[in-house]
């Protein structure tokens, strides 16, 4: 199966700096990437939706400059948390949509989990 | 907007056994896709199994199977021969228009 890889897996950074996470799809191209937000327990909340070449679309509630999203290419996308606070700290989650007749094939990264001291 | 509800936040069941997991979904749509997907202590999402809504027939995979009912919106999933392995989170998701949309998910625990 198609494999995205999310780096890095853990990270610890503290309060004040920016920490950037990154998203590939290793063997296909990725037209379409999303970014979700998975409290302890809790189902996965989408954060914003990122198409290569164009600015990403951010759902309600999310700060958008605070979550800065790059799609330069169609196999990376990136999430950097700027000013990171502790209530950041969460697991983020990206996935890639493989347009293949629009099937709806989505793959997901491994997830990084991030602690903001 | 499309909700996908999973009423069934934990179950268990023992090894070898079969279980049922539950899912509903919102939808005024005729053409969309569900998921089911798994997410082990891992924590990294698998794909568990995929049903067109357009087709009748009820998609299997291995030991997994769904029961999909359109006119009820519903989308169980049936584990059969339960494996230690199976234990994790599973999530119900509803996809159209390029927007995925998962449910609060229920947790799996397959006892020995």
């Known amino acids: 199966g198609a494999v995205v890889s999310q780096h890095p897996s853990r990270v610890i950074c503290k309060s004040g700096t920016s920490v950037k996470i990154e998203c590939r799809s290793l063997d296909f191209q990725a037209t379409t990437m999303f970014w979700y937000r998975q409290f302890p327990k809790q189902s996965l909340m989408l954060m914003a939706t990122s198409n290569e070449g164009s600015k990403a679309t951010y759902e309600q509630g999310v700060e958008k400059d605070k979550f800065l999203i790059n799609h330069a290419s169609l196999t990376l996308s990136t999430l950097t948390v700027t000013s990171a606070h502790p209530e950041d700290s969460s697991f983020y989650i990206c996935?890639?949509?493989?347009?293949?007749?629009?099937?709806?094939?989505?793959?997901f990264g491994e997830g990084s989990r991030l602690t903001v001291l | 907007a499309q909700t996908v509800t999973q009423s069934q936040p934990e179950m268990s069941v023992q090894e070898a056994e079969t279980v049922t997991l539950s899912c509903t979904y919102d939808t005024s749509e005729n053409n969309y896709y569900l998921f089911w997907y798994k997410q082990p202590p891992s924590r990294q999402m698998i794909l568990v199994i995929r049903?067109?809504?357009?087709?009748?027939q009820n998609a299997t995979e291995n030991r997994f199977s769904v029961n999909f009912q359109k006119a009820a919106k519903s989308f169980s999933l049936k584990i059969s021969d339960s494996q230690l392995g199976d234990t994790a989170m599973y999530f119900c998701?509803?996809?159209?228009?390029?927007?995925?949309?998962f449910g609060s998910g229920t947790k799996l625990n397959v006892k020995p």
């Open positions: 998701a509803f996809y159209n228009f390029n927007k995925f949309y």
């Open positions: 996935s890639a949509h493989r347009r293949l007749a629009d099937t709806g094939e989505l793959f």
């Open positions: 049903q067109e809504a357009y087709k009748q």
